[in-house]
T-cell receptor, first 113, second 111 residues
Framework: GAVVSQHPSWVICKSGTSVKIECRSLDFQATTMFWYRQFPKQSLMLMATSNEGSKATYEQGVEKDKFLINHASLTLSTLTVTSAHPEDSSFYIC?????????FGPGTRLLVL | QKEVEQNSGPLSVPEGAIASLNCTYSDRGSQSFFWYRQYSGKSPELIMFIYSNGDKEDGRFTAQLNKASQYVSLLIRDSQPSDSATYLCAAFTGTASKLTFGTGTRLQVTL
């Protein structure tokens, strides 16, 4: 089956620092990847759609200058949380579009102190 | 009206019973439908998908689709405590080219 990896799985950082999260499709090429955020006991929230070789499309209310997305290859998309603050602490999950549906990575838990 | 709606639950069923999870969608252009399972603290994992009216069975799981009623369901037979999780229904619309998720139904299988 389709496999999507994320790195790191956990990150703890100080307020004001930037954090980069990588998402890789391991056994298929993904022209489109998605970034979600999920707060405790809440539903998935789509942040942005990442297309290989072009600019990401951000959902309403998501700051594109704060959440930088790069999709430089067919197997790698990155999300950089710039100048992270405690309210950015959340579970970030990427998803890659395969032939049938979207496959999710294991998620990255971010804690900003 | 939300595009994909689910009852948040919790839905509580005894071990061995059939769990029935329901989902409605508003966009008649939706072409295919997916059920994901999400354990607490984990990311969603695909259970099954359906795109034709009727039933589709895979092991203990049966997905049902009724496009006229804009209704999708997931039946879990012989429910086990390990089935306790949140079940997400998602619809794919070609025009949007992405999945639209419901908020999920929390299932609790009791001993």
């Amino acid at each position: 089956g389709a496999v999507v990896s994320q790195h790191p799985s956990w990150v703890i950082c100080k307020s004001g620092t930037s954090v980069k999260i990588e998402c890789r499709s391991l056994d298929f090429q993904a022209t489109t990847m998605f970034w979600y955020r999920q707060f405790p006991k809440q539903s998935l929230m789509l942040m942005a759609t990442s297309n290989e070789g072009s600019k990401a499309t951000y959902e309403q209310g998501v700051e594109k200058d704060k959440f930088l997305i790069n999709h430089a290859s067919l197997t790698l998309s990155t999300l950089t949380v710039t100048s992270a603050h405690p309210e950015d602490s959340s579970f970030y999950i990427c998803s890659a579009r395969g032939a049938v549906t979207q496959y999710f990575g294991p998620g990255t838990r971010l804690l900003v102190l | 009206q939300k595009e994909v709606e689910q009852n948040s639950g919790p839905l509580s069923v005894p071990e061995g019973a059939i769990a029935s999870l329901n989902c409605t969608y508003s966009d008649r252009g939706s072409q295919s439908f997916f059920w994901y399972r999400q354990y607490s603290g984990k990311s969603p994992e695909l259970i099954m998908f359906i795109y034709s009216n009727g039933d589709k069975e895979d092991g203990r799981f049966t997905a049902q689709l009724n496009k006229a009623s804009q209704y999708v369901s997931l039946l879990i037979r012989d429910s086990q405590p390990s089935d306790s999780a949140t079940y997400l229904c998602a619809a794919f619309t070609g025009t949007a080219s992405k999945l639209t998720f419901g908020t999920g139904t929390r299932l609790q299988v009791t001993l």
